[in-house]
């Protein structure tokens, strides 16, 4: 079989979630994303950089709802790449500072991520890449991905400058 071609990209995710404010909250008010179209009282497309939308989140099957329950199928997590270790920090920042939990905290050899959950308890990873140069590889030259810890005081050392 043939692999998908290579500059084929996850384009965005689409999340039913209970309660369209509280989710725009969460991903505006924390993470900073910016509103760009509410459908309503039940969607809204939210982007980085004025994209029509990286994250969809909707209220059509779930008004109301509750979590998945823990042993049932569906979504780990959604993935947010920052471009730098300067702009996770950022993240960290925006999300201690919003008292989120940091549910965990890796440094994988290949990327640096922070996890948490939204309010619908969707699992959120915010991380950044290193450059490929840079990734761990075994004596065959394979990937040798790492679950190291992430010292947090040090990667918020890092965040830019406040305005």
Do not use: C
């Not at 990209?9 to 209970?18: F, S």
């Not at 990937?143 to 305005?163: F, K, Q, R, Y």
């Amino acid at each position: 079989m043939t692999p998908v071609h290579p500059e084929a990209r996850i384009g965005h995710v689409h999340l039913k979630v209970a309660d369209l404010d509280r989710a725009i909250a969460f991903y505006s008010g924390v993470l900073g994303f910016e509103l760009q179209q509410k459908f309503g009282t039940r969607a809204a497309f939210l982007s980085a950089g004025g994209y029509h939308h990286h994250l969809g989140l909707n209220t059509w099957e779930s008004l109301g709802g509750t979590p998945a329950p823990k042993g049932h199928t569906g979504l780990y997590h959604t993935a947010f790449l920052y471009p730098d270790r300067a702009q996770l920090a950022d993240a960290l920042r925006r999300v201690i500072r919003a008292g989120i939990t940091i549910e965990g905290a890796a440094d994988h050899g290949v990327s640096e991520a922070i996890y948490v959950s939204d309010p619908d308890g969707n699992g959120v990873e915010l991380y950044r890449d290193r450059p490929e140069s840079e990734w761990p590889r075994d004596a065959a030259g394979n990937l040798a991905m790492v679950n190291d810890p992430i010292d947090l005081t040090e990667l918020l050392s890092h965040a830019p400058a406040e305005g």
